[in-house]
């Protein structure tokens, strides 16, 4: 039965939820708006930050919270290292590139789950205790889990920085530059693989920080990084391919729909509310709704 | 009659290969055991190798176990003959579960096989086996169809998966007898084969013995977010919570709930997940007074002394505990190794006839079972499970009463 407690309820979870996934799409949406290059490691990134907000937690007794601008710059040099050690060479192919690209990233994707499972073995994982894991604030019937909450808050904190770096720095110039036209930027003294490098950094940087909150309430398993990946696709694909705006609006949609959906009908099938809205989207605007392309 | 030597020569002869021959027979008895000894599930194979020779080991040395066989050197009913594993790697594929059954048989003439770990792989292996009448004892495969396939030779001493849904209801008839108030049921499944059926067997006994399902809802496995499930889960406030979950979904539906400020009256889980200690670890701390069922639990020594005892043999092996797989393992050749023993042969008709003449009172297994005697399809209907409360840290044994240490503590809130 639907009641106004629960309606706001699912609401306000759905808005939370939503938000998050807006931060883990939003890395996906920078680097591909930069050079057209999809992630496919961009679950896996995620399991990374996980688990290095887990190491910080066992090893350095950091809360996630502190350790995430920690997490953050890990992943930004992973970012980097990555573009400058494997992307950099996959772009280069001159026949198929496309499939390279692909290929080039979705190996690494599964090189890092291997990896994850050799060294941190398949078994499920979590940080006991938190500064925010475990609390709930309630207002007037309505339950908002903290850590959620102050996800959503470093989602919105880390859009509009990223909207002010983007805006109003030579970085963020030089980067809306390359992604205008890789080529001619050269002729104005641009170093293009920097700006790449920067580019993925900040793409994983992100992702890092939304993968340093989500230990303080996920479990965390090799494989975590999977259903969250689909998601962040679809988010992507949804607010726009290449829109950092984009990915942050879709985010939402995709938390609201899911949770207006699991209202209407049974929970198994609240994904379906998300793919239709989706299939609306590719059938009358098929560059996503605040695409460019 | 006049006695020639040649007729005393011949006559003497014959005993004489009588008695090698019976000797030949009575030195040993060959078992096949055929597990994944190798790929994903290779550590079931390897732990339960160690469980099937702590068994041996039993019977083939004097033990003193109250145990059958534990006593004796052998088989006293063949002449004190050795019992003898060997083991086949069926590597979870039902087609060499199948071959491999096959080259026990006729290569290594063995007198039964048991096995198999998966459900599909003792579909094949007891075909196999029926067609070269060589009776099959199901140590550890739970699927409810196995035994209902009208095979003669097919034996399993262990429950099946309905028998722990049934147990549940049980536990519960009993406590509204003793007076709580148990009238609504929440199920809560994940949405591939075990959820299902575990549901589904879950609504059909609730439908029998006038339990309401006040909530059924099934839930896409590794979901990101179960924050619709539980609101809808809170909503209904049923008397008991029953999930049928996997350890992720597991502690995110335990997560979930204490950030939605839902705590449940009764939570009662089949297995899976919340007999995983990665569960307890994260979450342990928040569900404490859920109850999980199971087919062993080592707080059984207690009540029956050989678990301990047997536990400690396994533990030299294998250091580890005995747990629901390798005990069921164990029991089961025990109890193969006591029916060939009263068969007084190692051919697969005498052992079968033996097998359903079994009648092992459940003092002398290591299982919390009523006994064990099988029924027309080989099911055991006695094989009660247990279930186990998680309080002060670990799980203790509430029910059945031959088996419980301490009462249940009901509602789960109460603690």
């Known amino acids: ?293 | 009659m006049r006695v020639s030597r040649r007729t005393v020569l011949i006559g003497s002869t014959a005993s004489l290969v009588a008695t090698t021959l019976r000797a030949q027979q009575a030195s040993e008895v060959v078992i096949g055991v055929i597990y994944p000894l190798s790929g994903a599930s290779a550590q079931i194979g390897v732990d339960a190798q160690h469980a099937f020779n702590t068994a041996a080991d039993i019977i083939n040395t004097v033990h003193d176990l109250d145990l059958p066989l534990a006593k004796s050197a052998g088989l006293p009913g063949l002449g004190g003959a050795k019992v003898r594993l060997i083991f086949a790697d069926h590597q979870a594929d039902p087609q060499k579960g199948r071959a491999e059954a096959e080259r026990l048989i006729t290569q290594e003439k063995v007198a039964a096989i048991v096995g198999t770990y998966q459900s599909a792989v003792a579909v094949t292996v007891s075909e196999t086996c029926e067609r070269y009448e060589i009776p099959y004892l199901s140590a550890d495969n739970s699927s409810p169809s196995l035994n209902r396939r009208g095979l003669k030779f097919y034996f399993r001493a262990a429950a099946h998966d309905e028998m722990f849904s049934a147990a549940m209801f049980d536990f519960f008839d009993a406590l509204k007898k003793k007076g709580q108030k148990i009238e609504t049921l929440a199920l809560f499944h994940e949405d591939t084969i075990f959820g299902t059926d575990s549901s589904n067997a879950q609504l059909k006994l609730a439908g029998d013995r006038g339990y309401k399902v006040v909530a059924n809802i099934k839930y896409r496995a590794n979901s990101p977010s179960l924050t619709a499930e539980v609101q809808q889960l809170k909503a209904a406030d049923a008397d008991v919570l029953m999930p049928s979950s996997y350890t992720t979904d597991g502690i995110l539906l335990v997560k979930t709930m204490g950030e939605l400020g839902y705590l449940p009256k009764a939570m009662v889980a089949q297995d899976a997940g919340f007999a995983e200690k990665a569960l307890y670890d994260a979450v342990g701390d928040k569900i404490t007074g859920v109850i999980s069922r199971g087919s062993f639990s080592l707080d059984l020594a207690a009540k029956r002394p050989s678990v301990g005892k047997v536990n400690d043999l396994y533990k030299a092996r294998s250091g580890k505990d005995l747990n629901d797989y390798s005990s069921r393992q164990f029991m089961a050749l025990i109890v193969l190794a006591d029916a060939i023993d009263r068969a007084k042969s190692a051919e697969g008709e005498k052992i079968r006839a033996s097998l359903v003449a079994t009648d092992l009172p459940g003092e002398r297994t290591i299982m919390p079972w009523k006994r064990v005697k099988f029924d027309e399809t080989g099911q055991n209907n006695d094989a009660d499970p247990v279930l186990l409360q998680w309080t002060g840290g670990k799980f203790v044994t509430i029910y059945p009463a031959q088996a419980a240490i301490a009462e249940a503590i009901w509602p789960m809130n109460k603690t």
């Open chain 1, 1 to 293: 039965m639907l009641t106004t407690a629960t309606i706001v309820q699912s609401l306000a979870s759905g808005l939370l939820m939503g938000l998050l996934y807006g931060l883990i799409a939003v890395g996906l949406a920078l680097i591909f708006g930069l050079m057209d290059v999809v992630n496919f490691a961009h679950g896996e990134f995620l399991m990374a930050a996980m688990y290095a907000a887990l190491g910080c937690s066992v090893f350095l007794a950091l809360d996630p919270l502190i350790a995430a601008p920690l997490v953050a710059a890990a992943l930004f040099a992973f970012g980097a290292l990555v573009y400058l050690g494997i992307v950099r060479f996959a772009v280069r192919a001159k026949t198929n590139a496309g499939m390279v690209q692909i290929f080039a990233t979705f190996g690494l994707a599964i090189v890092m789950r291997g990896l994850a499972q050799w060294l941190f073995t398949p078994d499920y994982r979590s940080i006991p205790s938190s500064w925010i894991g475990n609390r709930t604030v309630s207002i007037a019937g309505i339950f908002l889990p903290l850590p959620q909450l102050v996800g959503a808050v470093v989602a919105i904190a880390a859009f509009a920085g990223l909207y002010l770096v983007i805006r109003r720095t030579d970085f963020g110039r030089a980067l809306e530059a390359t992604r205008e036209d890789a080529g001619a930027v050269a002729l104005v003294g641009i170093d293009r693989n920097r700006v790449f490098a920067y580019g993925w950094g900040l793409g994983a940087a992100l992702v890092g920080l939304a993968g340093a909150i989500m230990a303080t309430f996920f479990y965390i398993y090799p494989d975590v990084g999977a259903s969250f990946a689909l998601i962040a696709y679809v988010t992507v694909a949804l607010g726009g391919f290449g829109s950092v705006f984009g990915a942050f609006a879709g985010g939402i949609i995709v938390g609201l729909v899911e949770a207006t959906t699991a209202m209407i009908l049974p929970p198994a099938l609240k994904s379906v509310g998300i793919y239709a809205v989706y299939l609306g989207v590719v059938f009358f605007r098929p560059r996503g709704l605040f695409g460019s392309i």
